[in-house]
């Protein structure tokens, strides 16, 4: 049986992890290879890593980065943050990345999704959306959060799945920061629109946050940071709780 | 010293085999150089992306002809696999014919790409000695090999696949040993350990 799948995500900034709370007050959290190789060690399902620097240079430092956690850690991971195209893509792969994640320039340039599909094949192509709950429509939104668009997180869901996208990576910004559970009714809506995995990110603050999430949202896997960064939640009692709540996960 | 080659016909994320392979102690070469291949003691072939370029690119390289003639110990990883199998569905692609397995797409009400770690029910085999029975290994793959004589092991989305195939000196996984933690390592030093 396939398993519901736990993914810490390492924010990376500088070479350094941080975690947003809300998109905003970063704060240290210390070196991603060696949080990448904990993680790995207790049983983490699959780890994303989101650069977070700004300028060409740091990026370099990124790949570079991405080069050393895939010669340490013998489980999956993605990496995400300002990739525009299918050479930024290209990078990052051959530096030992198995995914690539894109968000804004997915939006800005859908082509992008179905070329970086037809590169790499869609297993390889996650698309990430950040969307608030604007009265009662899921708005997405851009530049991690900084930018509303029009589009609307189920219309854009559906379509990046029809332009090649193998993963949908939901961030609710209403939940992300709050430690108050994931958006499990929009992630349900959403799973029953698409026909591929989905990534229920922002909100994890509790064991039965999770649960909710796959028992709930009907998501495939879920995302969190701070609560496995400042070992609120290890790994190991996680998916004990889960699998005595009749859930799936890999031990 | 064994002689651990990994063939390279631009197929992505190899290096991840590389080094999966390092952390073992082995120093596997990337070549698409054929006398490097033949002399070589055990063969990977890795693999992700799309059937029919990964064909060209074999096909260009005159791989295509080789990898079916060699006689040691061979290993087709994900899309490696697939294309050692007799047909794939994915843009209606003739393989290798290594394997006699067709590879078809997912066409159930389980989501496609299947990612994620999943269980396996395994036959006798020496690539897949010593692991224990419900192993979870990693699978990414939107297409999948049927059953037949020549699958070691089987996993169920949907329905039954061939997660692992074998013919005579020939192995494919369709997971991702070198992405499975520690049961993935110890099914690469398996292969790396068997006998000719």
Redesign the interface.
Request: aromatic letters at 8%; hydrophobic letters at 25%; charged letters at 25%.
């Given at each position: 049986?396939?398993?519901?799948?736990i993914i810490p995500c390492l924010d990376i900034k500088d070479g350094r992890t941080v975690k947003g709370v809300n998109f905003k007050n970063l704060i240290d959290a210390g070196d991603p290879v060696e949080l990448a190789a904990l993680y790995?060690d207790q049983g983490a399902?699959?780890l994303v890593f989101l650069d977070i620097s700004a300028t060409a240079e740091k990026r370099k430092t990124f790949a570079e980065l991405v080069?050393k956690i895939?010669?340490k850690i013998?489980?999956?991971f993605t990496v995400g943050g300002g990739i525009t195209s299918v050479e930024e893509a290209?990078t990052l792969?051959?530096?030992?990345?198995?995914?690539v994640s894109i968000n804004s320039a997915a939006v800005r340039n859908p082509a992008l999704i179905t070329e970086l599909s037809?590169?790499?094949?869609?297993?390889?192509v996650v698309v990430a959306i950040d969307a608030k709950q604007v009265d009662k429509e899921w708005v997405v939104h851009l530049v991690g959060g900084k930018e509303p668009t029009n589009l609307s997180l189920f219309d854009w869901g559906k379509q990046v799945v029809e332009l090649g996208a193998?993963?949908i990576l939901f961030t609710s910004m209403n939940n992300d920061g709050t430690k108050q559970g994931f958006a499990n009714k929009a992630l349900q809506k959403l799973s029953t629109l698409v026909?591929?995995?989905i990534i229920a990110s922002g909100g994890a603050g509790s064991i039965q946050h999770f649960a909710d999430t796959f028992l709930l949202g009907g998501a495939?896997?879920a995302l969190a940071a701070s609560v496995f960064h400042f070992n609120e939640i290890t790994l190991p009692n996680l998916k004990q709780e889960l699998q005595a709540q009749g859930i799936a996960v890999?031990s | 010293m064994s002689k651990v080659v990994i063939i390279d016909y631009g197929a992505?994320?190899i290096?991840?085999v590389q080094?999966?392979l390092?952390?073992l102690g082995v120093q596997a070469r990337l070549t698409h150089n054929k006398e490097d291949i033949l002399s070589a003691n055990k063969v990977i072939f890795p693999g992700?992306?799309?059937a029919t370029p990964a064909m060209k690119s074999l096909q260009a390289k005159g791989l295509d002809k080789l990898i079916p003639t060699l006689t040691q110990p061979v290993l087709g990883i994900c899309?490696g696999m697939q294309l050692m199998c007799s047909f794939s569905e994915e843009n209606n692609q003739n393989g290798l014919g290594i394997f006699g397995a067709t590879v078809k797409k997912f066409l159930g009400q389980?989501?496609?790409?299947?990612?994620?770690?999943?269980?396996i029910t395994l036959k006798k085999s020496n690539l897949l000695k010593g692991i224990k029975k419900n192993a979870?290994v990693?699978f990414?793959?939107?297409f999948y090999a049927e059953t037949g004589s020549e699958t070691i092991a089987i996993t169920?989305?949907g329905q039954n696949f061939s997660a692992a195939l074998q013919k005579n000196n020939f192995y494919g996984c369709q997971f991702?040993p070198?992405?499975?933690?520690?049961l993935?390592?110890k099914i690469l030093k398996n292969f790396l350990t068997i006998n000719k």
């Open positions: 049986m396939l398993t519901k799948r790995s399902d699959e080069n895939a010669q013998n489980i999956p290209r792969l051959l530096a030992g990345a198995d995914k037809n590169a790499f094949g869609s297993q390889c193998g993963e026909n591929v995995p495939d896997a890999r | 992505g994320n290096q991840s080094f999966a390092e952390r992700v992306g799309h899309l389980e989501k496609v790409p299947h990612i994620g770690w999943n269980d979870y990693y990414v793959h939107s169920n989305y991702h070198e992405k499975s933690g520690e993935g390592q």
